[in-house]
């Protein structure tokens, strides 16, 4: 989240482990850095992706469906004014979404895959009130022996 001082002057904080931040030790503290002059904060925020689904397993002459792909997380870039965020209240929030492990492989024959699971939300909360999320992607759907799976949502 880089933050910008006047015109010429930003510093930047990165959070790329799944988890819960609390400011203002971990985020930084609103009220101190509007008072060393700085009037905008540029918020990026990435959800976690969604995992893959497995296979089918079935004899070698048999429709055997691939599982699908998860689908990436959402996106989120805003650049906001320090102050009205600030106007929210000191009290900051950042869980960073985890994203998920492939399905579990099938071990026996003539059985469908099974599906992903949907990856984790990436929000920033402050005050309690101003929240801003960005939606995990959906899971890979389950191979099936009529087809492979497809994300429930891209």
Not at 9 to 38: C, F, H, M, Q, V
């Amino acid at each position: 989240m880089p933050i910008q001082r006047g015109a010429r002057k930003s510093i930047s904080r990165s959070w790329l482990t799944a988890g819960t931040y609390t400011g203002p030790n971990e985020l930084g503290d609103l009220a101190a850095l509007l008072a060393a002059g700085y009037t905008k904060i540029d918020i990026a925020m990435l959800g976690a992706g969604g995992s893959g689904g497995s296979g089918r397993r079935g004899a070698a002459s048999t429709t055997r469906g691939a599982g699908g792909a998860g689908a990436p997380g959402a996106v989120f870039r805003h650049t906001f004014d320090l102050a009205t965020l600030a106007g929210f209240g000191n009290s900051a929030t950042l869980v960073v979404g985890a994203g998920r492990t492939g399905a579990a492989a099938i071990t026996t024959d003539s059985t469908n895959g099974n599906a992903g699971t949907q990856g984790g939300n990436t929000t920033f909360t402050i005050g309690g009130s101003f929240i801003i999320k960005a939606g995990g992607g959906g899971p890979g759907g389950a191979g099936t022996s009529t087809d492979s799976g497809v994300p429930s949502t891209w």
